[in-house]
């Protein structure tokens, strides 16, 4: 008996070198040189944050700030008329800009998300600029905040609100309706089941290559391009009557949809919310708007089986990065994140 035990005891590490690489601890996310990136993988079932970099850092949101907006429409409207629930469709699926915009001059701007700031608990959120008030893709934004708006969405916002918002953006559509292909990141790194909300911005009215559907799920299937539809109804229309606009309106003298000129950037924060984009006061307007000049790219969600995670990767690119180039990397970067967080 003593000797079997022996012989167990000496074979220990030798079992332990024979363990294969697979099982070992995945190596931590690697953020391309000249990349910003902040992320946040949080665990509903634990409770805590599995992996996370620069969680505070402020980003410009782009259309993340679309989950904001439909929560502040739908919690101040407690009967929502038809024109609306279409609005809300593309804007949530399909990351529709014109219906963005309806909802935002209807709720009053940069209101918004200091009513929405306020009411989540949101330290790192804030409008865009007094002087760019129509912007509404220039709110910021963290890793972190966005995470504690979903877990206001799952945990605390009543079933109508959270259930219409994530009811969409588990059928988010593979194309946007300007054309870009909004499956890169989660949708592209991470296995299904998944619920999402992307963002980009300075990228330009028009992409490289415009959008078909390659999603091998069924029409109408969640993720698949039955972005506009829902199965056996006709296509929702976008009302012509929303005012056409840009995902982060054009200041006066620059086309609409053209790269920002050079300016600052919002500087990293690794704990605390104040920075260079703006006060800490939650909800206040910043003074500069993050990575200005800069092309943006987010992929934000639920992931995993009973969707138990909640992922967030905010990333900004150096000025000039193709759109091919920032979605390989944030796809790369997604799949490194989602694996480090859920092993």
Known sequence: MIRSLALLTAALPLLASTVPASAAAPAAPHVPAGVAAGYAVFDRQTGRLTAHRDAHRRFRSASVVKIMIAIDYLESHPKVPARDLALLKVMLRVSDDDAASAFWDRGGKGRIIERTARKLGLTDTAP??????????????????????????????????????????RRAGQCGSDGF??????????????????????????????????????????????????????????????PAAAEAPAPPGRPAGAPAPAGP?????????ADAAGPAAPGSAPRI???????????????????????????????????????????????????????
């Open 181 to 242: 292909d909004q499956y890169f990141g989660i949708p592209r790194g991470v296995a299904r089941p998944w619920a999402v909300k992307q963002g980009w911005s300075g990228y330009g009215l028009r992409p490289p290559v415009r959008c078909r559907p390659s999603s091998p799920a069924a029409p109408g299937a969640p993720g698949s391009l039955g972005s506009l539809e829902a199965p056996g109804s006709q296509p929702v229309p976008v009302p012509s009557a929303v």
């Open 128 to 169: 865009p600029p007094a002087d760019k008030p129509g912007f509404w893709g220039y709110t910021s934004l963290s890793a972190l905040d966005t995470v504690r708006v979903y877990r206001y969405l799952l945990d605390r916002a009543e079933p109508r609100v959270s259930d219409l918002i994530l009811g969409h953006l």
């Open 265 to 273: 950037v919002g500087v990293p924060v690794p704990v605390a919310p």
């Open 289 to 343: 708007v993050p990575d200005y000049g800069r092309p943006v790219l987010h992929t934000t969600g639920l992931v995993g089986p009973k969707e138990r995670w909640i992922m967030v990767l905010l990333t900004a690119y150096p000025a000039g990065t193709s759109w091919q180039r920032s979605t390989s990397q944030i796809t790369r970067l997604a799949r490194e994140v989602y694996r480090s967080g859920t092993s």
